[in-house]
């Protein structure tokens, strides 16, 4: 079984739910943070190459799992009918891990482009 494969569809199926449901673009390219947290866990589990060096850059790590934190809970959530476009263009004092995640997105997945080189 190839891990990195079966486990980035299921995680793009999830992407995908999300994208339905909120459309304007609050979380781009969720599937080059999905993709890289694949093979940092590859890395750890199986001792395959790593992407850049997490020890160095834990940020990052602690970035994946935020991130998939984030679309597995709410991908769920909005298949229970959720509204994630209204919680997104709510206001927020980050009282939820799910604000503070949504307000940071963008630094982070700037800095992760970085040390992706992308």
């Known amino acids: 079984m190839d891990w990195g494969d079966s486990s980035q569809q299921k995680i793009r199926h999830r992407i995908g739910t999300i994208v339905a449901a909120k459309g304007d673009g609050r979380f781009p390219e969720l599937a080059v943070v999905t993709d890289a947290a694949v093979v940092c866990r590859n890395h750890y589990v199986h001792g395959s190459g790593a992407q850049f060096d997490y020890n160095t850059n834990f940020h990052a ?21 959720w509204d994630l476009n209204g919680w997104s263009n709510a206001p927020t004092v980050m009282s939820h891990p799910f604000a503070a995640f949504r307000i940071n997105y963008t630094l982070r997945l700037a800095e992760l482009k970085a040390l992706l080189g992308a």
Do not use: K, P, Q, R
């Open 61 to 81: 790590v602690t970035f994946f799992t935020d991130t998939l934190e984030f679309v597995f809970a709410a991908s769920d959530l909005v298949d229970a009918g």
